[in-house]
């Protein structure tokens, strides 16, 4: 008996010591930023706080450097980049109308050309490339390859979710009247369409901007935070967003559920916690037909392209996939977005371009540094639209209207 409770002693006394030193680690290794929000590992630990402090400093950062700054507060969709301006040191550069391009276009089509524009985020704008190597620069040197004379606009923005990049096509896409317009189908902007305030979206360094949001009233699309509010009165709104009307609308708005138990003073407590709701809430997620997510992704891309078809201009959708997407496919899993992405399949000209990487395009070394797709893959991705829309094209299924025959824009050979 003496020897069993030696020794169950012992093992309490190893357990106390692991979890102090576990507690020592979590609290030396974590760090605390201007608001007092800890966090360890890319977690946030209770209690979560508003970032009112790493906002203040965003907002004055900008306005301070608003005359330099390569990302502009836009009115009409949150933020924009700024016209004639060079990002990601001199490799992405940004034309005289805001959009990823060393040439300028002017807003009347050429005749012999046929006007191609592209839409959505940073993986449609390829942040980790540069312009050469950008997959809208790949799709027209391979149309112009298939004897197809064409121009591609990329009109993409960083950070941007479906909603916003429809209101940049209805603020300035428009004006430049493609005959083809595509949509870059990222699935994480699922998330990003419910919410209002990036930095709530994105702990650490994040756009100091709120944008324009859409939400689903009485069945129809409805637009709230438009336009979207100035960065001057950010703080304030923080400052009492408890009873902002836009704190009901924003989803990232985790202060509003501070938990208050006793154990979470400790680091390791919280951290355990955190880690437990953040796999409860992505068991949850729900982006389902019934699900805000899932209806509000399908509203937004059935708005884009009936706006298209009222330019008479033809409408692509390309699901341009994450790590993730891929793990579930070549883990024999299947997408949670299954529901969106077998929609579009079957409604629109669906470009699957996951069905274009192999298991093995999930190495690193595939990818760029900050998550995006490498120069492989952007060629990969031009080659793969290309073929679509040559294809398209060819079977004359695609009819641009500023053209009676594909022959107008056919490049003599």
């Not at 916690?273 to 389902?288: L, P």
Request: aromatic share 12%.
């Amino acid at each position: 008996m003496k020897r069993r409770f030696a020794n169950a002693s012992l093992g309490c006394l190893g357990l106390v010591v692991a979890l102090v030193l576990l507690e020592i680690i979590i609290r030396v290794g974590g760090a605390t930023d201007a608001d007092g929000q800890f966090s360890f590992l890319g977690y946030t630990l209770e209690p979560h706080v508003l970032p009112i402090n790493r906002l203040k400093e965003g907002i004055d950062a900008y306005l301070q450097n608003v005359d330099t700054a390569t990302i502009l507060f836009d009115a009409r969709t949150g933020w924009a980049y700024r016209p004639n301006s060079l990002r990601h040191q001199g490799t992405f550069t940004v034309n005289s109308a805001g959009m990823r391009s060393q040439r300028e276009f002017s807003k009347e089509p050429l005749p012999n050309t046929l006007r191609i524009a592209a839409f959505g985020d940073s993986f449609t704008a390829g942040d980790d490339v540069n312009d050469a190597q950008v997959w809208t620069n790949q799709l027209e040197l391979n149309l112009i390859e298939q004897g197809i004379r064409a121009e591609v606009l990329n009109f993409g923005v960083g950070g941007y979710d479906m909603g916003q990049a429809l209101l940049r096509w209805r603020a300035i896409g428009q004006k430049f009247q493609p005959d083809i317009v595509i949509f870059g189908f990222q699935s994480e902007n699922l998330d990003r369409n419910v919410n209002v305030f990036r930095i709530l979206y994105i702990h650490g360094p994040s756009i100091p901007f709120s944008k324009p949001r859409f939400i689903i009233s009485d069945g129809k699309l409805e637009l709230i935070n438009l336009p979207a509010l100035p960065p001057e009165r950010m703080v304030a709104t923080f400052e009492a967003f408890s009873n902002h009307p836009l704190a009901a609308y924003e989803d990232y708005y985790r202060s509003r559920d501070v938990v208050s138990k006793w154990w979470l003073s400790s680091r390791l407590g919280a951290f355990i916690y955190e880690v437990t709701k953040a796999q409860e809430r992505a068991s949850q997620a729900d982006y389902g037909p019934a699900s805000e997510r899932g209806m509000l992704g399908k509203a937004i891309v059935d708005a884009f392209a009936a706006d298209v078809a009222e330019r008479a201009a033809d409408f692509f959708v390309v699901h341009l996939p994450l790590p993730q997407h891929m793990a579930h496919i070549h883990n024999g899993g299947q997408s949670p977005y299954r529901y969106l992405l077998d929609y579009l399949r079957e409604t629109y000209r669906y470009i699957p371009f996951d069905e274009s990487l192999g298991p093995e395009y999930m190495d690193e070394s595939y990818w760029g540094p900050t998550g995006h797709y490498g120069a492989e893959v952007e060629t990969l991705l031009g080659q793969t639209v290309a073929r679509a829309l040559s294809a398209c094209i060819e079977e004359r299924s695609c009819r641009p209207q500023r053209f009676d025959n594909p022959a107008q824009f056919a490049i003599d050979k």
